[in-house]
């Protein structure tokens, strides 16, 4: 391959951008700070036939044990950033969710408080739909920028085919920017909602080791009898089970913990096994919310 542009790294450890901490090497890496480089950068890989994925906050996100081939990027420096104009906040695409909410309820501006618990990046939250204690994020939303080879498309809410956790956005196209429309309201207001869903998210999950969630999306299976995926997983017997160095949370069945050794691959047959032991107690099929980089070789995954 000839000369790598500017700010692109080989051979790039991905585990340490992760929560989870697991996974290896992404075969180029680049923190990209400009919009005019984000669509240079996706035009290079696109010319070299590389896949392009990028790494928000790492919060959701299981890299392989095998590494990652093509480009992976991080939105830093001016698709981070948070601004605001009248009652809307225009943010970056790596800016992150929570810092969005706090921003927004010291302006006094309310719609976006389920933001705070949500450890992802705007970016992230719009491809996936990000919802959470009763808020979504396509309620709030405005217009997205995203970014091709090609250049910047400004989208409205209802071009982005959002269903339940997940949008149209294809592979290759890149969140670089979102701007959501809130609506005045007193600052202690705002910020009472902020510390009470802190306190909710704090009570019922885990926090302070390395870990991902959800897991698992909660189904609409009529078999589930309205339980989420947490629920059912705890019914069927997988809060701490363990496979390798991988366990599902003590506190929140639906959220999988690193003990300290765990690979990509110990992540993925605890699942499985959580997977199983669903289906064979209440017939439900589970489906993965995390998202992935990489080959992931999925074991026992047919049921």
Known sequence: MSRLPSGVQPDYPLARLTTVRTGGTGEFFARVGSADQLVALIAWATDAGLEVGVVGS????????????????KLDKDLAQIERDGTRLHCGGGARLPAVSARAANAGLSGIEFGVNIPGTVGGAVRMNANAYGGEL???LDWVDVATGSGIERRSPDQLG??????????????AAA????????????????????????????????????????????????????????AAGCRGLRVGGAGFSEKHAN?????????????????????????????????????????????????
């Open 58 to 73: 790492g919060s959701n996100l299981l890299v392989s044990d095998d590494g990652v081939r093509g480009l992976v990027m």
């Open 138 to 140: 396509a309620r709030a």
């Open 162 to 175: 959002f269903a339940y956790r997940r949008s149209n956005i294809a592979r290759g196209e890149v969140v």
């Open 179 to 234: 701007s959501f429309a809130l609506a005045p309201a007193p600052v202690e207001q705002v910020k009472a909602t902020l510390a009470e869903m802190r306190e909710q998210r704090k009570a019922a999950q885990p926090s302070g080791i390395k870990t991902f969630g959800s897991t698992f999306k909660n189904p609409d299976d009529p078999r589930a009898e309205g339980r989420s995926a947490g629920q059912l997983l705890d």
């Open 255 to 303: 959220f999988v913990e690193n003990h300290g050794t765990a690979t990509t691959a110990d992540v993925l047959a605890l699942m499985a096994e959580g997977r199983r032991r669903v289906h064979e107690r209440f017939g439900v099929v589970l489906e993965p919310e995390v998202q992935t980089l990489g080959r992931l070789d999925w074991p026992g995954w047919e049921l």
